[in-house]
């Protein structure tokens, strides 16, 4: 099924930047669907971006259109959220997951739609404070 390994977390100020990368064995991220998803204490996990199988279509939250970017690097089979302009509220752990079944130009970041995503990393902790 294969697996993915974030990591990038870390301590940073308001207003800073920050990437994360999620790293996948097992199968190629160019070959499904691919979610970032954060989560606080207490909360469900919120999706923050996706990027289609294709490439052609990415999307992001409300809360965090124009600050973070998706990226994909099919020859190194890494996925990138590159963060900027942090707020305290963009702070938890972060994950990466895989959608399997989905058409080639489609992603989906809705609540009602996680359950298809699966093979979860172990999460990389983001810290936004001064």
């Known amino acids: 099924q294969g697996q993915f390994v974030e990591s990038g977390g870390d301590l940073v100020q308001p207003g800073g930047s920050l990437s994360l990368s999620c790293a996948a064995s097992g199968f190629a991220v160019d070959s499904v669907a691919m979610g970032w998803f954060r989560q606080v204490p207490g909360k469900g996990r919120e999706g923050v971006s996706c990027i289609s199988t294709s490439g052609k279509t990415t999307k992001y939250a409300d809360s965090v259109e124009g600050r973070f970017t998706l990226s994909r690097d099919n020859a190194k089979n890494t996925v990138y959220l590159h963060m900027h302009s942090l707020k305290p509220e963009d702070a938890g752990v972060y994950y990466c997951?895989?959608?399997?079944?989905?058409?080639?130009?489609?992603?989906?970041?809705?609540?009602?739609?996680?359950?298809?995503?699966?093979?979860w990393g172990q999460g990389t902790q983001v810290t936004v404070s001064s």
């Open positions: 997951a895989a959608d399997r079944n989905t058409r080639p130009d489609f992603c989906s970041i809705l609540p009602r739609n996680t359950w298809r995503y699966d093979s």
